[in-house]
């Protein structure tokens, strides 16, 4: 079985570029979730998509959006990139309240 | 809001030795608790999940139990190998609430 694939694996921005991250999920999961992991604060939560709708968000700007297709992948976009959100991009992807199983990042460095 | 907390941020033991990893949560009120390990530089790899009606849940060395009512988690990894090395998370409910994490170092 395949796990949750994301794209690119790293990336390199400056401030003021916009970026777009991809999520596959693993088949048969109807939910995405995207996290950030800055160095030094941890996971934070930023968004969660089920069945195509955003069901929640984190305490993210605006700027921070996503949307997820017909098919369960899902995108995060980012807009007017700042330094701080250099960041490991991680998706998960679950079935209701099973377990979230996690891709390996996105790596954003912004310059 | 959720916060979680774990303790102790870092461990090392020898390898044989049993692990205890704490994990606290302020609201009781969750649907399920899981356990992950993220090794440097890399995603996270899910390790247990307890569901809020459950008190424990095992998979072969990894025990993980869950006590609503005192807010607390603890995951035991019986007789630790090197490669048990790496940081341990805890996180709460869909849109995860993480801890911080311990880092465990299990020496040869």
């Known amino acids: 079985e395949a796990g949750v694939t994301q794209s690119p694996t790293h990336l390199i921005k400056t401030r003021g570029q916009q970026v777009t991250l991809r999520c596959s999920p693993i088949s048969g999961h109807t939910s995405v979730y995207w996290y950030q992991q800055a160095l030094g604060l941890g996971l934070q939560f930023l968004l969660w998509?089920?069945?195509?709708?955003?069901?929640n968000r984190g305490n993210f700007p605006p700027r921070f959006s996503g949307r997820q297709f017909p098919n369960y992948s899902s995108e995060l976009n980012v807009n007017a990139l700042e330094l701080e959100d250099s960041a490991l991009y991680l998706c998960a992807s679950s079935f209701w309240d099973q377990p979230q199983h996690f891709g390996d990042g996105t790596r954003l460095s912004i310059l | 809001k959720q916060e979680v907390t774990q303790i102790p941020a870092a461990l090392s033991v020898p390898e044989g030795e049993n692990l205890v990893l704490n994990c606290s949560f302020t609201d009781s009120a969750i649907y399920n608790l899981q356990w992950f390990r993220q090794d440097p530089g890399k995603g996270l790899t899910s390790l247990l999940l307890i569901q809020s009606s459950q008190r424990e849940q095992t998979s072969g060395r990894l025990n993980a139990s869950l006590d609503k009512s005192s807010g607390r988690s603890t995951l035991y990894i019986a007789a630790s190998q090197p490669g048990d090395s790496a940081t341990y998370l805890c996180?709460?409910?869909?849109?995860?609430?993480f801890g911080a994490g311990t880092t465990v170092t299990v020496r040869a």
């Open positions: 998509y089920d069945e195509g709708e955003e069901r």
């Open positions: 996180a709460v409910d869909f849109k995860l609430s």
